[in-house]
């Protein structure tokens, strides 16, 4: 018979293949692996099973392959065997351990929402959970059913895991979110499907929390408030930024938007996640808060009053920058991020408006002198606080 006859061989799909090879290596090098690092996961009839549908397993499993890599390194190849030390270089599989993490992120989900509310061939596992993080979600439940529609409030029935998974799946990717899986879960799905990837910004517990207290009505006057254009931004940059919006009100939020979002950008909306932050600027004008806008989304209410109150418009972003650059982030929010420390922050302020300054260059002046006012309080915080 001439090859004339034959039907044509289908494609090779080497992505398929690659895929198939993937999911073989976890369940069977890397798993014998972990359970060496791990026995006491042998006492589960399927340990592989267990560890991919109990987040707290499987976070605790990702971590081993970066803090014990070593034991791994025989699977950790590139295309011609050789060892692959870095997580974003593509391995044997053509993919980097970074998107292998990411597969193996999205198939904790659906193992987590297949267990928790059964499949049509399954009914719902018991989920394990410890004391602290069933704390947690118990106050995550309660607050999704006391501000969210009932509706909305997922039930125990077959499908309800699917359609978890369908909502959630394109935003996992990172190992820092198996152990959100449980709280993500409590979000009503009509919410995961409105945020988008803005469900990534919310890293964790309390962060998936405070969105649940927002409540619907506060996201729905947001939506009446922002152009369809700005609303996506929310979403996508800071969801919790809704609750500032809405406390705002239109005329408000206009005043703001036009008096800083140019110079802000996305981090406009962190600015909004704080509400005493947005009451100070309410009294403040524009041109003060333009002057501030680089530093809006990290400093407190009370910083904004104190700033105001005792510098001059052209000192602000002066005193603002050396106190950032001096002072290190960490410290810097601290002291003048919110809640803030209200007595170090009036201090601070007194000092700079007590500084001589060259009348002939008082700005170059205020840049020379205010190192050394940060400088004291560095090297003794305590007297420096007593005025010393």
Known sequence: MSDKGKPAAKPVD????????????????????????????????????TVMATPDLLSACLQLVTTRREKFHDVLVDVDGNTVSVDDVPLRCERTLNQIVGMVVRSGAKAYADHRWGTAQKPPGKVVLNPQAKSLLDKLTDLVKGKWSEAEVPKPVPTQGDKFYAAIKDHLDYDWQVPLIPYFAEIPIKLINELGKGVTTLRTPEGIMALADIGRHSMEQARKILSDEMMREMLDTQPLAAKGVAFLGKERYEFLHGAVYEKMGEKFWEMCVDCDRLEAMEVQNAKDLENMAEWLHQISGETINQIVHYLQFNQIPIFLGVALERLGEEKFGEIFGPPGNKKLIKIFCEKTQRTPLDPSDPHEDLKRRLPDVFGAYLRSPVDFEKGL
């Open 14 to 49: 080497k992505d398929a293949q690659n895929r198939k090879e993937i999911i073989r290596t976890i369940k069977g090098p890397v798993t014998e692996r972990v359970l060496e690092l791990i026995p006491a996961l042998k006492s589960y009839d399927d340990p592989y099973g």
